[in-house]
Each structure stands twice: as C-alpha cells, then as structure tokens.
C-alpha cells in the first residue's frame, strides 16, 4: 500500500499561515481519530507535533493545529516563523491490523 | 529524561544480515508498544514493524516479512530488529520510537544508518 497523498512543498512569509494536506481513505485516514503529525529537521529524528488529529503534546507551540473532514487531514501552522522551516509527515493506522502509512513529506519554506 | 538509543547499524552485503538495537530508559518500557521506522536518503519516512508490550504480537511491513524480526527484552528495556536477506533498498537511517494515544510515536531515537551495498 502506498503512502498517504501530501503536497511535495509549500511555502509562505513570516507571519502567514500554512495548511499542509493529508489525504487517504476510508481505510486509514478515514477509518478513526487516530492521525499524527510530525516536524523533521535534515539530519534530525522526527517529533511529534499533533495526535489524534488535533492534540498537541505538551510543550508543542499552539500556533500548530489540526484537523480531519472524511479521509483529509491537514496541519496549520499559523504566524509562521523561520524555525518552521523543515519536513511535515502525517501518520495514520489503516484497517489492515498490521500496517501503517505516513504521508509523502511535505517540505515547509519560509521565504 | 525519557530516551531511546539506537545501535547496530553499519555496512552490510547484499543477503547479509544486521541486528539494530534500540535502549529505552526513562519510562516503564514493558507497558508500551514499540515501531521501528525508516527513512531512506533522501526519501520519507517509512513504518517498518511494530511490537506489544509484551513481545506477543509484531506487526510488518509487506516488504520486509520474513526477512526482518522485532523483538523485545523488558528485563533489559531493550528493542531489537533483525534483519536478514538484506537488499540495496533497506539502506535507510532505522529509527525506533515509543508508541502514545492512538498510535502516535512521542519519543524517537537518533537513528542508525543501515547501509546495503556490495
């Protein structure tokens, strides 16, 4: 099974706000409240930044939301700032018990 | 400091095998699963496998059944990934990470790179 569909790249000015989608299907996305979202800077591990679809862990800037509406998720990111700039995945479970998806990557520009 | 520490990783032959290990610290490591996921150079990243809490049940991506193994050891907070039959295309930094609410991954490790090459 292939990833889930994200833009390759989006970009926008300090101050802007970004949303960033995650489309699947009934059989992931779709199928619960269950998709995450992670930030990954090159070289760097990933971290999680949304869980099920719009919980923040602590210590997570409140300027990141999410969202769902039937099998898209989105991330946004508002009053954009420098440090914003790396690679966004999103992260769901399908109905196939033993299989997960992330997201094609998204790389996030801050011009 | 809840923290997990990957080792093994190296050069391998193509068909050869590596054992990646993964030290958990920090939090009670037997009360939650585990996911091993990959990223290749210059590519996303890609889920791998999975485990419970207890090492009962363990999840696999199609491409990697039959020639990688997760295991656990709780008595030593240790996660573990075998992999064998190894192929140009499991080069890839192998991460692990702790599973949260909903199959969210709140804590990874630095990775180790795994490269596959004659």
């Known amino acids: 099974q292939s990833a889930l569909t994200q833009p390759a790249s989006v970009s926008g000015s300090p101050g802007q706000s970004i949303t960033i989608s995650c489309t699947g299907t009934?059989?992931?996305?779709?199928?619960?409240?269950?998709v995450s979202w992670y930030q990954q800077y090159p070289g760097k591990a990933p971290k999680l930044i949304i869980y099920?679809?719009?919980n923040r862990p602590s210590g997570v800037s409140n300027r990141f939301s999410g969202s769902k509406s039937g099998n898209t998720a989105s991330l946004t990111i508002s009053g954009l700032q420098a440090e914003d700039e790396a690679d966004y995945y999103c992260?769901?479970?399908?109905?196939?018990?033993?299989?997960?998806?992330f997201g094609e990557g998204t790389r996030l520009t801050v011009l | 400091e809840v923290q997990l520490v990957e080792s093994g990783g190296g050069l391998a032959l193509p068909g050869g095998s590596l054992r990646l290990s993964c030290a958990a610290s920090?939090?009670?490591?037997?009360?939650?699963?585990m996911t091993w996921v990959r990223q290749a150079p210059g590519m996303g990243l890609e889920w791998v496998a999975n485990?419970?809490?207890?090492?009962?049940?363990?999840n696999y991506l199609d491409s990697v059944k039959g020639r990688f193994a997760i295991s656990r050891d709780n008595a030593k907070n240790s996660l573990y990934l075998q992999l064998n039959s190894l192929r140009a295309e499991d080069t890839a930094v192998y991460y692990c990470?702790?599973?949260?609410?909903?199959?969210?991954?709140?804590?990874w490790g630095q990775g180790t790179t795994v490269t596959v090459t004659s």
């Open positions: 485990i419970n809490k207890d090492g009962s049940e363990k």
């Open positions: 099920e679809v719009t």
């Open positions: 920090g939090f009670i490591f037997g009360r939650d699963w």
């Open positions: 990470a702790r599973d949260g609410f909903s199959y969210a991954m709140n804590v």
């Open positions: 009934s059989s992931d996305v779709g199928l619960c409240n269950c």
């Open positions: 992260f769901s479970p399908t109905s196939k018990i033993s299989l997960r998806l």
